[in-house]
């Protein structure tokens, strides 16, 4: 069982960067999946990036690759997502989540956090 905490949400304005964080607790592992999500209000819910505790191992999808970056530090037993030239269309509630096995779908993450607001407005 693990449990997840993200912080660092907030409001920023377009162009800006900001950091979440996701505090991982609880049995970890170095092979599982840790991925950020996002769900933006009348919108589903969907996949940002996604990263292992034992490598350098990541993937983004197409809506924010060059701008936001996956990162992790072992020894915090936390994952970050370094999101910068933040647009209003990245505002959204984003979640972090942990997966056992390769993942390609969010049904496979089988824990998640309470999710941070990140709102882009000038």
């Known amino acids: 069982q693990v449990q997840l905490v993200e912080s660092g949400g907030g409001l920023v304005q377009p162009g800006g960067s900001l950091r979440l964080s996701c505090a991982a607790s609880?049995?970890?592992?170095?092979?599982?999946?840790m991925g950020w999500f996002r769900q933006a209000p009348g919108k589903e819910r969907e996949f940002v990036a996604r990263?292992?505790?034992?490598?350098?191992?990541?993937y983004y999808a197409d809506s924010v690759k060059g701008r936001f970056d996956i990162s992790r530090d072992n020894t915090k037993n936390t994952v970050y997502l370094q999101m910068n030239s933040l647009k209003p269309e990245d505002t959204a509630v984003y979640y972090c989540?942990?997966?056992?096995?390769?993942?390609?779908?969010?049904?496979?993450?089988?824990?998640w956090g309470q999710g941070t607001q990140v709102t882009v407005s000038s």
């Open positions: 989540a942990a997966s056992r096995i390769m993942p390609t779908t969010a049904r496979q993450y089988y824990s």
């Open positions: 609880g049995r970890t592992f170095a092979s599982l999946f």
């Open positions: 990263t292992t505790w034992s490598g350098g191992n990541t």
